[in-house]
């Protein structure tokens, strides 16, 4: 089945530093959608990319759609603590029209303060 | 995007034991899915709850295993049969915008298999 690979694995950040992260596919997808997921919680919808080349902010989140479409990135400014967390990306599954989603296995970041 | 309880938040249960999760929106939805996490992974689609129909499951997921009950829009359970400590893992409900791909998470059921 479809594979979605993220790096970093992990990330040990300064506050106040910038931070990218990526996520990578062997097929082409139509969608891309990035979360974040606290220690002991769900995971919460960030942004979400339709378009080639779409560049999508949130705040200090910014994510953009590859435009091979085999890739996504997201890029997260001035970090603060209330950051750290575990950020995946998803993307339709294959054979989509059932609206299943692939995930990656996620990016762990830790913001020092 | 729609409010999603589950209940348990967590539980600690005997391996052999049997434990229902229950999940609710605070709206009528279409689509809603079941996912498991284990420590340290990332999510594993359980399997999609039809309303009215019975659930589709994934490769490497079985119904005597993981009975799942849609009864309306708005509520579904899933159930983890005969636990064992293989089992222990954060299990996640979700509800899908089918037009936009966008799926919204509960919170999570944190079981504990001893």
């Known amino acids: 089945g479809q594979q979605l690979n993220q790096s970093p694995q992990s990330m040990f950040i300064q506050e106040g530093e910038d931070v990218s992260m990526n996520c990578t596919s062997s097929?082409?997808?139509?969608?891309w959608l990035w979360y974040k997921q606290d220690p002991g919680e769900g995971p919460v919808l960030l942004i979400a990319l339709y378009k080639a080349g779409e560049l999508t902010s949130n705040g200090r989140l910014t994510a953009q759609f590859g435009i091979t479409r085999k890739d996504s990135f997201l890029n997260i400014s001035a970090s603060i603590p209330s950051d750290v967390g575990i950020y995946f990306c998803?993307?339709?599954?294959?054979?989509?029209?059932?609206?299943?989603?692939?995930f990656g296995k996620g990016t762990l970041l830790t913001v020092n303060p | 995007s729609a409010v999603i309880s589950q209940k348990p938040s967590r539980d600690i249960c005997q391996r052999g034991t049997s434990l229902t999760i229950q999940c609710q929106v605070d709206?009528?939805?279409?689509?809603m899915f079941w996912y498991r996490q284990q420590p340290g992974q990332s999510l594993t689609l359980i399997a999609t709850a039809n309303q009215g129909s019975e659930a589709t499951y994934e490769s490497g997921f079985v119904i005597d295993k993981f009975p799942i009950s849609r009864p309306n829009l708005t509520f579904s359970t899933l159930t983890v049969s005969n636990m064992s400590p293989e089992d222990s893992s954060i299990y996640l409900c979700?509800?899908?915008?089918?037009?936009?791909?966008?799926?919204?998470f509960g919170p999570g059921t944190r079981l504990t298999v001893t």
């Open positions: 097929s082409i997808f139509n969608t």
């Open positions: 998803a993307g339709p599954n294959s054979g989509g029209s059932n609206y299943k989603l692939t």
């Open positions: 979700s509800v899908g915008l089918p037009q936009l791909w966008k799926q919204y």
């Open positions: 709206s009528q939805v279409t689509m």
